[in-house]
């Protein structure tokens, strides 16, 4: 390759994001052969099936979370995974969980291990916010009171204990507001049957 040939693909390379996709490498005038020689060359790092991030990206502890939400990015990240984000949980999950609106495309992972769960349209979006994962990079998950009423109306897949020890953490340490928090979402999600008794008894616990 030609210096200026080779100045020329450096400047396409750089101008990706740290995390992409074959399709987005494409049309930036990369082909799928020139990715497999930068991988084999230790300049990208294949995260999944067509998703690629840059080597000299700052490091990120989330890197599955970012090839999922890279490769499907109308997903939201929920279940353990959003918990685990915002620290509600201890347990590292065994997959990422992810949120796509009921009615549309269930997406496939050879890898990572996913979890895929299919919300109801009307309600896809509350409790949605951006949760930087890495320097620029943000991945779309449902905040904090979104997460634990989901636990709450998912226990019996996620796990009662695991659900309930989600609620008590929130509630002690996200202050005043959180019994409101909880139940502005719950109402919106028509769950306020699993959420006001567990919420009543968590508070009963901690008098």
Same mark, same amino acid.
């Given at each position: 390759? %030609?210096?200026?040939?080779? $100045?020329? /693909? *450096?400047? %396409? #390379?750089?101008? #990706? !994001? !740290?995390? /992409?996709?074959?399709? +987005?490498?494409?049309?930036?005038?990369? !082909?799928? $052969? =020139?990715?497999?020689? #930068?991988?084999? *060359?230790?300049?990208? =790092? *294949?995260?999944?099936?067509?998703?690629? %991030? +840059?080597?000299s990206a700052p490091e990120t502890a989330h890197l599955d979370l970012l090839a999922v939400c890279t490769r499907v990015p109308r997903a939201i990240v929920c279940g353990e995974s959003a918990l685990a984000l915002h620290e509600l949980i201890d347990d590292i999950p065994s997959a990422v969980h992810i949120a796509v609106a009921r009615g549309s495309h269930r997406p496939l992972f050879p890898y990572p291990p996913v979890v895929v769960s299919q919300y109801a349209a009307d309600t896809f979006d509350l409790g949605r916010e951006d949760f930087p994962l890495a320097p620029g990079e943000n991945v779309p998950v449902y905040n904090a009171p979104r997460s634990v009423v989901d636990a709450m109306r998912h226990r019996h897949v996620i796990g009662k204990d695991l659900a309930l020890s989600a609620l008590g953490r929130y509630l002690r340490t996200r202050g005043r507001t959180a019994v409101n928090e909880l139940q502005d979402i719950a109402e919106e999600l028509k769950a306020m049957p699993a959420i006001r008794p567990a919420v009543e008894a968590v508070l009963a616990l901690g008098a």
């Open positions: 390759m %030609r210096a200026g040939e080779a $100045r020329a /693909f *450096e400047a %396409r #390379l750089v101008a #990706l !994001p !740290p995390t /992409f996709t074959s399709a +987005q490498a494409r049309r930036a005038g990369i !082909p799928s $052969r =020139d990715l497999a020689l #930068l991988v084999s *060359e230790g300049k990208l =790092d *294949e995260l999944s099936r067509g998703v690629y %991030r +840059q080597a």
